[in-house]
């Protein structure tokens, strides 16, 4: 009960204070400067995150493989081992 009464009284609050709203719409001028982002450097970023995360991806991977290779090769001894020493 308290809570919902605190939740009122601050929308009530932040409904007091927002700044008065414009009276008409203004359109914009042509040829006022805007902001701009330059799209090559973005992209030439996007692929350079992409190509290094596709990279460290495959490492990871040939890691886990060789890891693998070289358990099954373990095992491979251990049965050619125990097998001979029957």
């Known amino acids: 009960m308290l ?3 605190l939740v009122n009284r ?3 609050a932040l ?3 927002q700044p008065a ?4 719409f203004v359109p ?7 902001e701009q982002l330059p799209a090559g450097p973005l ?11 596709m990279m ?7 890691r886990r ?3 693998v290779e070289s358990d099954m090769r373990a095992l491979e001894r251990r049965r050619a081992a125990s097998s001979s020493a029957k």
């Open 3 to 5: 809570s919902t009464l």
């Open 10 to 12: 601050l929308l009530m």
């Open 15 to 17: 409904a007091l204070f």
């Open 21 to 24: 709203a414009q009276g008409e």
């Open 28 to 34: 914009v001028t042509p040829g006022t400067a805007t």
């Open 43 to 53: 992209v030439i970023a996007a692929y350079a995150i992409i190509w290094v995360a």
């Open 56 to 62: 460290f991806y495959l490492w990871t991977i040939w």
């Open 65 to 67: 493989l060789n890891k």
